[in-house]
């Protein structure tokens, strides 16, 4: 930051915006360039793109836009029950209420009822199964959000359902065998035995189970789509999703159209951390088809207490696994059976179990190992995508199980953890055969030891424990190691637009999300790096299905690489066209013409970018390109679970 904020501009958030913007962190153009061939536009940090609209509250979100004459409200009747039969809906009550325009149900859908992501097993609107509590049985569309809700909290007088007893926990599933995908198994053996034979063999044996929790994402603005007739069929959705391109299908299957004639845009969403990826998708089917059917614009906000009711979490996990050890704490061979609970149907649940079983190694070499992996189907709500998607819940085991070795050795828990590191050059093949490569863990943790004073902290914290009878203290150093990838190869893929004008300034479009991570403020600073100009003369527009097609979720950590690599390679093809056009007229090598600094420096000349692109608009050379990246060297086979 350049100088202290002035606290008198607190008061006022129109003043404090207008500082941020101009002022605050702005980082000096000249210094930034430095020796840079192009002028340094990444790695600086630098505000959101979108942070002095967040400090002056214009930063617009779906339920800031403006509603178009004639917009309906939505909102949904839901099931009393977690399991059942739907008989009947007795609907006459509610469409005579005040306000109320039209009660949908799933017969009313006219493509297919279903939102299913992967495997198509997810109703849109009930359609006779009762799978959770929550689950909407149908949708009432009125003139007002109030006469709507109200109309739709008559749902248990409207239903006759016959009601069963619901399967609640992963542990009851898995009694049960009942699951939403086939169990997967995943295992690495030394031995003819496998993992049996070097546990039976091994001088020490530990056997437990235990359960990690769900967890809410409560991202700070609820799901919410408003839709709005067009021509033909077609449809506008503005949707608050991680995934515009699964909105787009999904909304053109339930509508029985081609995806064509779904628009979806999506500028900003009030954080996602994955349930948005999928499970946006049930609101935008019910506000499409709503919009189209009654040709009136139709949005549908969730209350949070709904939203709850609805929408999935983070998978809980129940574990129970056996090891061998030695005398130093090394896993000589290990089982384990990880059961999720997936609730009613499959979502991501599968991607989910996929990545938690190729986590269980995390940072360490597991020579005889034998994992298994379970989606317990249950009476609850569909879980999804949670930041770490499955990782965690991977990487949480083995930790479990480092810790309860070190207690049962009497070691210190990094000790253990130690010997266990994959190795630089052997030992360094995890159990799905992705060789590890740049291994830098065991030069990691022990910069961390030091710089952490790890031993006489535990050494303090021993000492309290031993006189404090009641309260007790702890400290560990876990490392982690984590995918960065989709474990579905194709995913891997993005696309972006990036157009340059003729006063100089830049447009660009990319297939991302902005959910507030700064990923269109990492996307800007690339173009501008490779264009060699100000950050300030780019701009990015909102995630739209009508510019880049066939978009892959924001999702894996994967957002600034994918879709920062695709706007890159739009912009080099840009920069490589008026470089061939300056040098044609201005003399000299295309190659040897460097942009920095909002300038173009060619055969001696410096020129300012805006009559570089002046000139080659005249010249007629193509001021805009499109961009594609795809992830390269990646891997996946589901079936044998092997892969990179």
């Known amino acids: 930051m350049n100088r202290p904020i002035d606290p008198s501009l607190l008061h006022s958030s129109e003043a404090f915006a207008h500082y941020l913007k101009n002022t605050a962190f702005r980082v000096d153009e000249r210094a930034e360039a430095g020796a840079h061939t192009q002028g340094q536009r990444v790695g600086i940090s630098r505000p959101h793109e979108s942070a002095h609209l967040h400090v002056a509250g214009e930063a617009a979100y779906i339920d800031d836009l403006p509603e178009l004459d004639g917009t309906l409200h939505c909102a949904l009747g839901l099931s009393p029950v977690a399991n059942g039969r739907l008989n009947a809906l007795r609907l006459d009550a509610i469409r005579a209420m005040p306000g109320v325009v039209a009660v949908l149900t799933g017969e009313d859908i006219p493509g297919v009822n279903d939102c299913g992501s992967i495997i198509h097993d997810d109703p849109i609107l009930c359609s006779g199964e009762i799978r959770y509590l929550g689950q909407p049985l149908f949708a009432v569309i009125a003139e007002s959000r109030e006469a709507a809700r109200l109309a739709a909290a008559q749902a248990k007088a409207a239903a006759d359902i016959t009601a069963e007893p619901p399967v609640l926990t992963p542990q009851q599933a898995h009694e049960l065998g009942q699951y939403v995908l086939p169990p997967m198994h995943l295992a690495r053996s030394t031995n003819e035995g496998g993992a049996r034979r070097a546990m039976d063999e091994a001088p020490h044996r530990l056997k437990s189970s235990f359960y990690v ?201 990094l000790d253990v953890r130690r010997v266990n590191f994959y190795g630089k050059t052997e030992r360094n093949v995890t159990p799905y055969s992705q060789v590890v490569t740049d291994n830098v863990i065991h030069e990691l943790v022990a910069e961390l030891e030091t710089c952490s004073d790890y031993r006489a902290r535990r050494d303090a914290i021993a000492e309290f424990n031993a006189a404090s009878p009641v309260l007790k203290r702890g400290l560990s150093l876990t490392p982690l190691k984590f995918g960065i990838s989709f474990n579905v190869k194709h995913f891997n893929q993005a696309g972006a637009l990036v157009h340059v004008y003729n006063d100089g300034s830049i447009l660009v479009n ?108 005249i010249e007629r050379v193509q001021l805009w390109s499109d961009g594609f990246y795809a992830t390269p060297g990646l891997s996946w086979n589901k079936d044998t679970m092997q892969g990179r």
């Not at 007739?229 to 999904?250: I, N």
């Not at 189907?377 to 070795?405: C, D, H, L, W, Y």
């Not at 700064?518 to 510019?547: C, I, P, S």
């Not at 999702?555 to 920062?564: E, K, Q």
């Open 510 to 617: 990319h297939g991302g999300t902005e959910m507030g991570q700064g990923l269109n403020t990492k996307v800007a600073q690339v173009v501008a790096h490779e264009l060699g100009v100000g950050f300030g003369r780019v701009r990015v527009t909102a995630t739209d299905t009508t510019k880049v097609a066939n978009t892959s979720a924001t999702a894996a950590s994967t957002g600034a690489d994918l879709n920062g690599k695709a706007a890159q390679d739009a912009a080099r093809q840009i920069r490589e066209r008026l470089a061939a056009c300056a040098a044609e007229r201005h003399g000299g090598r295309a190659e040897d013409v460097r942009f920095a600094n909002d300038q173009v420096h060619i055969n001696g000349k410096v020129l300012d970018f805006k009559a570089v692109v002046g000139e080659a608009y």
């Open 213 to 413: 929790g769900g967890q809410e994402q409560f991202y700070l603005e609820g799901q919410i789509s408003y839709a709005i007739p067009k021509e033909d069929g077609a449809v506008h959705l503005y949707c608050s999703t991680q995934h515009p391109s699964e909105m787009q299908h999904l909304v053109a299957h339930a509508l029985g159209v081609a995806s064509h004639a779904v628009h979806v845009e999506c500028r900003r969403m009030g954080g996602g951390f994955g349930g948005k990826e999928s499970q946006s998708a049930l609101f935008a089917c019910v506000a499409s088809v709503a919009a189209t059917r009654l040709r009136r614009p139709v949005k549908l906000r969730l209350d949070r207490d709904d939203d709850f009711m609805i929408t999935g979490r983070r998978h809980c996990f129940w574990y129970e696994y056996e090891v061998g050890y030695d005398d130093e704490g090394r896993i000589l061979g290990a089982e384990i059976s990880m059961v999720s609970r997936a609730g009613h149907s499959a979502d991501l649940s599968g991607p989910v179990m996929t990545r938690a079983l190729c986590h269980f190694d995390n940072t360490y070499w597991l020579p005889d190992v034998s994992m298994h992996g379970y989606s317990g189907k249950t009476n609850t709500q569909s879980n999804t995508a949670f930041r770490g998607f499955g990782g965690p819940q991977g990487a949480i085991a083995i930790e479990n199980i480092m810790e309860t070795v070190a207690r049962e050795l009497g070691r210190d828990a």
